[in-house]
């Protein structure tokens, strides 16, 4: 049936007069009942409000519009307004309407300002909203209202207020509870809230930023409610999901100027932050899951740090009833800026340092009372130093992982690791607080391969090692006090260990140890090595941890010097069974060793030696010896010494020795070989020796000392000082030449030998001056003596005054050949003949004193003749007589 255009134009016409009966009908409504709809929305907020027009809005729905919006403020917060907007639009219900009443369903804001105040007890000023009427401030300027008089002419209305929509908003925050009140302002706000009422369930979907100049980049979206009037605000259900993105730190501390001093700087949050949360509960009691954050940490450039996990804290709303869940991931980050971090920054040595990159990882869950904690940390690509003793080179493995439990007066280290290089070192204990401070640890390494160790231990890098070490040890000390006690307990083992000198071989090898620790006493069970060609056996004793000190026993089958050092006086030294027994020790910081060392034989400068004794000293600077003895040389040496360094690069020696027996052409040889051609004999000797010097220039600068000393059965090569001397005793009054050819061949051996033999010599001695000085020097054999005093240096030069007195066979040869010897003669009745000995060695040839034996001569003939001349006197005065001519002579020869 085909409708015609004439009934389609009267229907047109109809419905248009229609509407436009409804909406003058609708405006005449709104006329009349203005003041009753502010009214009602004011009793329903419970703040006084004002608009300047309500008119009839069909945007978006049939409704009202309201035009500048103005909610008074509560007066306890402030005097300016709560919400001021541009316009108010309220959607009313058609059925409603159609019977004559009006019922509002949703309000929207247009622009509008919201301003949200916390007091400083703690309190919002949204929370004193929705209460009743009567609580209401008046609005005719405190007259209390007058009742309905047309009570039939008033359109009633409801507000059954289902939704709550803002749009372009701004929202002012005011914080005064804080200990610095601050304030926040959040821009550019969309928000609908959708529920049966606004007092009961609502949905919340929110998007706002805090900065005009950025996009929205906060977003709430969820479920409030149920509300109750007589509920605080914090108390209130909610369930929303919260999201942040692009959060840049400028904009955040524009935004809220209190956290400029509140985010710590060590953070280095320098990028745009992103963060989202799952909020439930309430605020006063929140669960927040799935929380997730991340953003540019610690100074990075990128984003490098994550988090997320879980916070309950329903329980109570506290901190320290609060569980938690979570993970977070810092990768990479250097060691200087996980220092900047308060509660690692004493955890961290200040030798410890890397050069690259770490990654750390961390997971916890549990309440803080009960917290578990598992982290780990990667530093394969970082270059890692600790002091001079660790130096791990980026590329080699290196990472540590912690699981920590706190429990109530108790800190639980699970089994944790340590990673670096091929070792592995598992680790576990505990730190109690009540009731008393202990902490325990067990530490265990199974088997870990020391090859290329040589490459993280610093004072290795020139050795190559390998063998195995494993340990397994428990320690336990009392944290209370300094000096708390230490307990260790368990084994350490070191199997087939090497360390030798990459260039030179050098170093040992074979170390075969096994360490007890037994509480407080330490035992070194009996360990050898190889040094070289040599073997060493060992045990050690620490009796008490609480006093450093180490009891030891060295043993050795034979120990060449050559594997244990290079110096060229070493070169060819060994020594047998060796065996040494002291004491380490460390006190007052210094460590000191004292020890007896004894060898059934040995060689030194090519030297043998048997029984060797003595006890050594040593500590950082010097070093000394009591009671050392040993046999050489067919003798017996001893003596005692120190050696010290007085100040840098100076040192001091001091040596009391003494030598029974040996055999001194040997000892020359080795230790003085300018003399060694020039003498020989069983040699006594007791020297006390002093030297100072720099870079051990002792011998050639400062030796000083003492002594005497006695060569017995000895012979002085190359000289024959008879001969010598009494050969070049020629041209004296009355002796033309002193040893005739008759003499000469009677005493064959004594005049011709080549080398001059003696039964002992003997003298007393001091050094000084790079010389040895001597006063009484003594030589005696069976046919003559001789008397000196002079000196002879290091340099073979040497000056003497001596006296060579004959025996008294050879005297009386002499002089029934030679009538006048007989005035050369001592009292004794021998000839004396003082000789010169000056030059250097081998270069040397004594030189008589013929002017004096000339004037000794002369002397005894004009005494002979004085004495024949005065004729026979009594004995005494003759005597007498002779003392004075004597006198005389002597004084008149200058003798």
Wanted: with cysteine; proline share 4%.
């Amino acid at each position: 049936m085909r409708i015609s255009r004439k009934a389609v134009a009267v229907f047109l016409i109809t419905a248009a007069c229609v509407f436009a009966l409804l909406v003058v009908s609708l405006n005449t409504l709104i006329g009349r009942n203005h003041d009753r709809i502010r009214e009602e929305i004011q009793k329903a907020l419970g703040r006084p409000l004002k608009f300047n027009q309500l008119q009839l809005s069909l945007w978006g729905g049939l409704g009202f519009s309201a035009t500048d919006l103005r909610i008074a403020e509560d007066p306890r917060f402030a005097a300016t307004p709560f919400i001021q907007t541009r316009e108010l639009r309220m959607k009313v219900r058609w059925f409603p309407l159609l019977l004559g009443r009006v019922a509002i369903k949703e309000f929207t804001l247009a622009q509008p300002e919201i301003q949200i105040i916390k007091s400083e007890t703690g309190k919002l000023n949204i929370s004193t909203l929705f209460t009743a009427a009567s609580e209401a401030p008046p609005t005719n300027g405190g007259k209390k209202a007058q009742p309905d008089r047309e009570p039939k002419r008033r359109v009633p209305v409801a507000l059954s207020v289902s939704g709550l929509r803002v749009s372009q908003g701004r929202i002012h925050y005011i914080d005064r509870a804080a200990k610095e009140p601050f304030e926040m302002r959040v821009q550019n706000l969309e928000m609908s809230l959708k529920g049966s009422a606004l007092t009961g369930n609502a949905d919340l979907k929110l998007a706002a930023s805090l900065s005009e100049n950025q996009g929205q980049n906060i977003s709430v979206e969820g479920r409030l409610g149920p509300y109750a009037v007589e509920r605080e605000w914090t108390q209130y259900p909610l369930d929303l999901h919260v999201s942040v993105d692009s959060l840049l730190m400028p904009n955040l501390t524009r935004a809220l100027p209190l956290l400029r001093d509140k985010i710590p700087s060590y953070l280095g949050i320098n990028g745009p932050l992103s963060i989202k949360a799952h909020l439930s509960g309430t605020l006063e009691r929140p669960k927040i899951r799935d929380v997730s954050v991340a953003g540019a940490f610690f100074g990075a450039t990128e984003k490098n740090t994550s988090l997320t996990g879980d916070v309950d804290l329903s329980r109570s709303g506290a901190w320290k009833d609060a569980v938690v869940k979570g993970k977070v991931v810092i990768n990479p980050v250097t060691l200087d800026r996980l220092r900047l971090l308060p509660f690692l920054q004493p955890a961290l040595p200040a030798g410890l340092s890397a050069d690259g990159p770490l990654s750390v990882a961390g997971e916890l869950s549990g309440s803080l009372e009960d917290l578990e904690v598992h982290a780990r940390v990667k530093a394969e690509a970082s270059a890692v130093r600790f002091g001079e003793w660790l130096k791990k080179d980026k590329g080699l493995p290196a990472q540590l992982e912690l699981n920590l439990r706190n429990r109530k007066d108790r800190l639980v280290l699970d089994t944790s690791e340590l990673t670096l290089h091929n070792l592995k070192l598992k680790f576990s204990g505990t730190l109690d607080e009540s009731p008393e401070r202990v902490l325990t640890l067990r530490l265990r390494v199974d088997r870990s391969n020391l090859s290329g160790w040589d490459g993280l231990i610093a004072p290795l890098s020139s050795y190559q090692t390998r063998g195995t070490l494993e340990f397994d040890l428990s320690v336990k000390k009392a944290l209370g006090m300094p000096s708390g006690e230490l307990e260790l307990r368990g084994g350490l083992s070191l199997t087939d260990v090497q360390a030798k000198e990459k260039n030179s071989g050098r170093g040992f090898d074979q170390l075969n140890s096994k360490v007890s620790f037994l509480g407080k006493q330490i035992r070194v069970e009996r360990s050898s090595l190889r040094l070289g060609s040599s073997t060493l056996a060992f045990e050690a004793t620490v009796p008490d941890l609480t006093s450093p000190a180490m009891q030891y026993t060295v043993w050795s089958p034979k120990l060449s010097f050559t594997d244990v050092t290079e110096h060229p006086a070493t070169l060819s030294a060994w020594i047998k069974d060796l065996k040494s027994t002291g004491a380490l020790q460390n006190g007052r910081g210094q460590t000191t060793l004292k020890g007896n060392v004894s060898a059934s034989q040995g060689s030194a400068q090519e030297i043998l030696y048997r029984n060797l004794q003595g006890e050594i000293s040593w500590s950082p600077g010097s070093a000394s010896v009591k009671g050392l003895s040993f046999q050489a040389l067919g003798g017996t040496f001893r003596a005692d010494g120190m050696w010290a360094k007085s100040a840098p690069r100076q040192q001091r020696l001091a040596l009391n020795a003494r030598v029974d027996g040996m055999d001194l052409k040997a000892l020359l040889t080795q230790k003085f070989p300018t003399f060694k051609d020039h003498i020989a004999g069983k040699l006594d000797l007791t020297a006390r020796v002093r030297a100072e010097g720099k870079n051990g220039s002792f011998w050639q600068d400062s030796l000083r000392g003492e002594g005497e000393t006695e060569i017995r059965q000895g012979i002085v090569k190359d000289v024959n000082l008879v001969e010598q001397v009494l050969g070049k005793v020629t041209g004296l009054p009355g002796i033309s030449d002193l040893l005739s050819s008759g003499l000469r061949a009677r005493y064959r051996s004594l005049l011709q030998n080549r080398d001059t033999a003696f039964d002992k010599l003997a003298a007393t001695f001091t050094i000084a001056d790079k010389r040895i000085h001597t006063r009484d020097l003594l030589l005696a054999t069976r046919d003559y003596t001789v008397k000196g005093e002079g000196w002879i240096g290091f340099d073979k030069t040497m000056r003497w005054n001596g006296e060579l007195v004959m025996s008294s066979q050879f005297t009386q040869e002499l002089v029934r050949e030679h009538r006048n010897v007989r005035y050369l003669l001592d009292r004794q009745g021998r000839l004396a003949v003082p000789f010169r000995l000056e030059g250097t060695l081998p270069q040397v040839q004594p030189k008589p004193d013929t002017q004096w034996l000339a004037a000794q001569i002369q002397r005894g003939l004009l005494q002979r003749g004085l004495e024949r001349a005065l004729g026979g006197e009594k004995e005494k005065k003759g005597k007498e007589r002779q003392d004075w001519i004597q006198k005389g002579l002597e004084k008149l020869f200058g003798k």
